[in-house]
């Protein structure tokens, strides 16, 4: 371990290669997280109601669920998915995109995520290189992944990756990783406070809940690494680029303005941008502000 911590630190080319090969396969993992955890809380949820509301109901033993077991199987036929058969991006190709049981198509959505998180993961390591930096910037990079997809897919931000990304963002500030403990504690505060002031405004004025409260924790944690200064950029860029594709979506479905659109994953974009480029943004406004 200490050999390749050494290459590491001596050869840029093998340390982004291992981040690389790494990150596709915690990709791969990532896709099992995006699907699963969702599941897992709503059974969650599910023996909780039924542990108040009715105790006294016996239910049947459910089986194992959680992000190891069960096995990995073909949804249509059951297919046992075989090692040689997880091997990202790798083995679609491979099969072509189709179960080896039963020929059924398997969605290009899994490979893309897997390619996706090496390439994100690959470019934050570049960009901070073979630092503690690198290696916290690649991990928060798997959280935020894992947060757009989940968002995009039932519109909801688990607890359960928010609140430990936010605790690890004040954690490391004690050793000033990205920001010192002060702006994250702030950055934390501030970013939660925001939204959730927009929140109750937007509810007493339309009597609607514009977002929910998943958008406030993830800001919070993002405010705790980029710091206070970092969450203008997060909020305009996010709320530019969310604008954009809410305007565009309800054009192509020609649907109303009461269409609802995950605000997370423009959040967490927008905060792992900032991450790598708050201080290229704003010397960059500055210049173009004041000319200096």
Same mark, same amino acid.
């Given at each position: ?6 290459? $590491? ?9 291992? /981040?690389? /090969? ?14 699963? *955890? ?17 105790? !006294? &109901? ?12 069960? !096995?990995? &199987? ?14 990202? /991006? ?34 934050? $390591? ?19 992944? $894992? ?17 430990? *990304?936010?605790? *690890? ?9 990205? /920001?010192?403990?002060? !702006? ?52 305009? *860029? ?9 305007? &565009? ?37 500055? &210049? ?5």
């Amino acid at each position: 371990m200490t050999a390749i911590v050494d290459l $590491a630190l001596q050869s840029s080319a093998f340390y982004l290669s291992l /981040v690389f /090969v790494v990150s596709l396969m915690v990709g791969s993992f990532l896709n099992v997280v995006i699907y699963r *955890l969702p599941i897992m809380m709503e059974r969650s949820w599910q023996q909780e109601y039924q542990g108040y509301f009715d105790p !006294d &109901t016996e239910v049947g033993e459910n089986e194992t669920f959680n992000l190891i077991k069960p !096995d990995s &199987t073909c949804p249509k036929c059951q297919h046992k998915i075989r090692a040689w058969e997880n091997i990202p /991006v790798i083995s679609y190709l491979f099969l072509r995109g189709r179960c080896s049981g039963c020929g059924t198509a398997i969605s290009v959505r899994y490979p893309l995520v897997e390619l996706f998180t090496a390439l994100a993961c690959t470019l934050a $390591a570049w960009h901070f290189g073979p630092t503690a930096q690198g290696v916290c910037a690649v991990f928060i990079t798997y959280i935020l992944i $894992a947060c757009i997809f989940i968002d995009l897919d039932k519109m909801l931000l688990p607890d359960q990756l928010t609140l430990p *990304l936010m605790w *690890l963002g004040l954690l490391v500030s004690t050793q000033a990783l990205f /920001v010192g403990t002060s !702006d994250a504690i702030w950055g934390a505060a501030v970013g939660y406070l925001s939204l959730w002031s927009v929140y109750w405004l937007f509810k007493l004025v339309t009597g609607k809940e514009g977002m929910g409260y998943g958008d406030f924790k993830l800001l919070a944690a993002l405010g705790a690494f980029t710091g206070w200064q970092g969450l203008p950029i997060i909020i305009i *860029l996010s709320s530019c680029v969310g604008a954009v594709i809410g305007i &565009t979506l309800m054009i192509v479905q020609k649907k109303d303005s009461t269409l609802a659109i995950p605000f997370g994953p423009y959040l967490a974009i927008a905060g792992w941008l900032t991450l790598l480029y708050k201080d290229n943004i704003i010397t960059g406004y500055m &210049t173009w502000v004041f000319g200096a």
